[in-house]
């Protein structure tokens, strides 16, 4: 009986896959937990259309990303950091001061954790960093450390 899954199910398949379940399985397991449905031309056509509305919203998602990586691409953000006598940072500049900056300067606001910084900035100067926007989509974005 061909089948649905409602949900990911450990060694059975993951959450809308279309799998091949024997009669009594689904009969007396899937169905009952409500874990799947049976695979008529209703539920297929449904499934098709939550799929078809999921790379859509994927779609848009990923263009939105692009055009905010064209924006992030003319952005410098300034941070002002204090320093001792021949230029050293006291600690570092990290992915967190660089969202707040970003947000307080340029009012756009982006996760901490999609910024890319391999170790604290450490020097005064300008830096590019990447900033992952999307799955495939990365954009760069200068900081200008200055004391």
């Not at 992952?132 to 450390?145: A, C, E």
Request: no cysteine; net charge positive.
């Amino acid at each position: 009986m061909k089948v649905i899954l409602k949900a990911d199910i450990k060694g059975v398949g993951k959450k809308d896959e279309l799998i091949n379940a024997s009669d009594g399985y689904a009969r007396n397991f899937l169905f009952p937990k409500n874990l799947a449905v049976e695979a008529n031309t209703e539920n297929m056509n449904k499934l098709k259309a939550q799929k078809d509305a999921n790379q859509f919203k994927k779609d848009t998602e990923k263009e939105e990303a692009k055009k905010l990586a064209e924006k992030l691409k003319k952005i410098m953000v300034t941070i002002k950091v204090k320093t001792g006598e021949n230029g050293k940072i006291f600690g570092g500049v990290s992915a967190k001061e660089i969202a707040e900056n970003l947000e307080t300067q340029h009012n756009i606001k982006i996760d901490k954790k999609k910024i890319e910084l391999k170790e604290t900035i450490k020097t005064l100067g300008t830096q590019m960093v990447n900033v992952k926007l999307f799955d495939g989509v990365i954009g760069t974005i200068k900081v200008n450390v200055i004391g």
